[in-house]
């Protein structure tokens, strides 16, 4: 087992949900060629009550994984990250706090959390996260967003200013396709630091995709020549 923390690259953050594959397309299948398509991280969300069952999709998902080097997160379930040894959590403003999780796991777990304006993004810097989701951007079928506020680029640039000179990094979530992403990119970089998004989080334009490869490698592109650029 590493003793250090792993270095993460954010650029495409693949998160799962399995219920929005295509009709007969395979989760393992779908995960393995979004990772030969450039995904660079991955979390493990699913809807899944039993624990058992929970357990052995994300040690089958570290395990594809691993074969990419590319590293896992577990959505909320401590239990899980524990169980399987992956890199660490995604936890929302409402799952474990965060100062108790990085009690639980140590200095070098992974832990992220989802924010939604600059206030949860100054306390999750304070708390010790390693990187935040900003989001939801835009609407998006994969969640219920119904009562929260679509951030759009613009609220997405406001929590970065928040993040700015932290060292702490940020993915955008919610809605994000290939015609808005260049978009979101560029709108989001932070109006008074310059501070700009370290990558993007995705479910449905991967899961949903029947050629995940496609879908990856297209993003990727657009996120990497982003980057190059700054
Ligand atoms: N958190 C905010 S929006 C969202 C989550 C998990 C869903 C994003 O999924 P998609 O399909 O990429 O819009
Ligand atoms: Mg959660």
């Excluded at 594809?64 to 992956?86: E, F």
Aim: hydrophobic share 40%; aromatic share 4%; charged share 20%.
């Amino acid at each position: 087992m590493s003793s250090s923390k792993p270095k993460i690259d954010y650029s495409l953050y693949l998160v799962t949900g399995r219920e929005l594959l295509p009709p007969g397309k395979d989760y393992y299948e779908s995960l393995e060629e979004s990772l030969q398509g450039g995904v660079t991280l991955v979390q493990v969300r699913e809807k899944l009550t039993d624990t058992g069952e929970f357990i052995d999709v994300a040690r089958r998902t570290k395990e594809i994984c691993d074969r990419y080097k590319v590293p896992v997160l577990i959505n909320d379930r401590i239990d899980v990250h524990l169980a399987i040894g992956s890199a660490g959590i995604h936890i929302g403003q409402s799952d474990c706090p965060l100062p108790l999780a990085r009690q639980l796991l140590g200095p070098n777990a992974i832990i992220g959390v989802s924010v939604s304006s600059p206030a949860d993004a100054k306390r999750a810097v304070a708390q010790g996260a390693d990187y935040v989701g900003i989001g939801p951007v835009w609407p998006t079928g994969s969640k219920d967003v119904s009562k929260k506020v679509l951030l759009s680029p613009e609220g997405v640039g406001a929590v970065l200013d928040a993040l700015a000179g932290t060292g702490v990094e940020a993915v955008a979530i919610g809605g994000i396709h290939p015609p808005n992403l260049q978009y979101l990119l560029h709108a989001s970089i932070a109006p008074n630091s310059r501070n700009h998004l370290a990558g993007i989080a995705i479910i449905s334009d991967i899961v949903g995709s029947r050629i995940p490869k496609e879908a990856s490698e297209g993003l990727r592109k657009v996120v990497d020549s982003f980057k190059r650029s700054r």
